[in-house]
Structure formats: C-alpha cells, structure tokens
C-alpha cells in the first residue's frame, strides 16, 4: 500500500511539474499564434487541454486555406495562360498558311471586312441564325431519296467542314484587315514599316489577344474579371460574326463585289474615263467631234 502511494504522489508531482511547464510554455507563446501552434505539436497529446487544442485548429485551418487558395489562383493562371498561348499559336499556323496557299481569296474577304463592315456583320448574324436549319433541310432531303440517303454521311462532313472554315477563315480575314489598318496608319505618321499579309496577321492576332490579356489579369476580381471576361467574349464574337458574314458576302474571296476594288463604269465622269499625264506617260487623244461636258 506504501509502495503504491508513493508511486500515485509521484505521478501527481511528475503532472504538476509538466502542467507548469506548459502554463509557461504557453505564456511566453501566447504573443504570437506561431509560437503556440509549434509549443502544442512538442507536446505530447495526453498533456495538451482541449481548450489549447480549440484555441490552435481554427489558426491551422486558417494557415491552409491561405495556401489552398493561393495555389489554386496559380494553378487557374497558369491553365488559362497555357490555354490562350496554345490558341494564339495555332491561329498564327492558320493564319500564316492561308497567306501562303490562298492570300487572294484572303484579300477579298479582308477587303470586304473593311468596306462591308455593317453588311458582313448583319449577314453574319443571318448565316449564325440560318446554320442548323439549314443543316436539318438538307439532311431530311437527302434522307427521302434512296440515293440522297447514301450520302448523308459525306454531306454532314463537309458541311461541318465548310461551316468551320468559314467561321475561323473570316476571323482570321478580319485579324488581317485590322492588322493592315494599323499598319498602314504607322505608315502614314511616317513609321518604317513592311507592308506585308504575315505581319498583318500577326499584328491583328495579338489585337485580339489583348482583350483576352486583360481577363487573365484582372479575371481574379469577383465584378471586374465577369466584366472583362464578358467583354472579351462579346468582342471575339463580332470578329468571327463579321468575317462569317464577309465570307458569305465574297463566296469564300470569289467574288470582290463588296470590297471596294472595282468602280462601275457608269459611276465614273467623262474626266476618268480619258487617261491624263502622269509620271511621263501622255494623255490618250480625245476622239474628234467628243467635247468635255461642264
């Protein structure tokens, strides 16, 4: 019985001595939650109160949430840099080769976007509203005949393939358009610059880009990122709805009706009609018995 007493006093005293040493443990750590958080995990659970254990959870929870949230903000710039690097690359590609393989039809469509503005646009609307119905009748008319059933299969392929062509073939005539624009007006303030289709494409892809720059700078603000995020998509949907609209106008760069290149005879004056001197080349003579009209 002695023994056990004895061992029972020495345990208490064992306790007490430790709950001193963690009363001043905890007075010294009490200053700054750091210090607490690292005097609570030295200790060993048995000895640790519930009440310290309250005190340092909320301060941890609020240690990884921090870091919770700043990684995945990196994580989500990151993805979204990726994103509209890779899609600014492959329009470039696209771009490039349809300067290389088919730059006339690509002037059309260009020229069309530039002084068709207001009509490609509306067209554009007007092919966006009129694509599936479109679709939908050419499918159900090929279906009713036995033959027309046959190729419902290569139709569907092609007329996706024609849709999207001309979609990212008109976006890519407008990015041409503004890039020569820009260009041109450099010039004309008397900058130095080569006036050729590749820098005009690559000056009007990264117009474009800038817009979608601001929404990954700023999409981390709750109001302004939506803002900026909407903005860019509205903007980008106009390009690709005007040059939709131009490649319609022009039949995929055929036909230059509506891109300012060609004036009626009809519309021209009687002065026009007759060559005048310039840089040494004479007048061509006027017929006899014709007079100028005043």
Request: charged share 10%; with cysteine.
């Amino acid at each position: 019985m002695q023994r056990g007493s004895r061992r029972l006093a020495l345990v208490a005293a064992v306790g007490l001595i430790c709950q001193g040493s963690l009363a001043v443990s905890v007075a010294h750590a009490a200053t700054s939650p750091g210090k607490l958080q690292q005097v609570v995990q030295q200790l060993p659970p048995a000895l640790v109160p519930n009440f310290l254990l309250r005190a340092v959870q909320p301060a941890t929870q609020t240690a990884d949430t921090a870091v919770n949230t700043e990684a995945s903000w990196l994580t989500r710039f990151g993805t979204r840099a990726a994103g509209l690097s890779g899609v600014f690359l492959t329009l470039t590609l696209l771009g490039f080769l349809l300067v290389a393989f088919a730059h006339p039809n690509l002037e059309i469509v260009s020229d069309t976007v530039a002084h068709s503005f207001g009509r490609s646009f509306v067209v554009g609307m007007l092919g966006q509203v009129l694509l599936l119905p479109t679709f939908g009748m050419l499918v159900v008319g090929l279906i009713l005949s036995v033959v027309g059933a046959l190729l419902v299969p290569f139709v569907v392929i092609v007329y996706a393939l024609l849709a999207i062509l001309g979609i990212v073939g008109g976006f890519l005539a407008v990015a041409h358009s503004m890039g020569e624009k820009q260009t041109r007006r450099r010039m004309a303030q008397g900058l130095k610059a080569s006036p050729n289709s590749f820098r005009y494409m690559l000056i009007g892809l990264a117009t474009v880009l800038s817009v979608w720059l601001a929404w990954l700078v700023f999409g981390w603000v709750p109001v302004a990122g939506t803002i900026v995020w909407a903005s860019a998509i509205l903007v980008t949907w106009i390009i690709g709805t005007v040059g939709f609209g131009a490649a319609i106008l022009s039949r995929a760069g055929v036909k230059p009706q509506f891109a300012g290149r060609y004036i009626p005879a009809e519309t021209m004056t009687d002065e026009y009609l007759w060559a005048t001197p310039q840089f040494g080349v004479s007048a061509v003579k006027r017929p006899e018995g014709h007079e100028r009209k005043r």
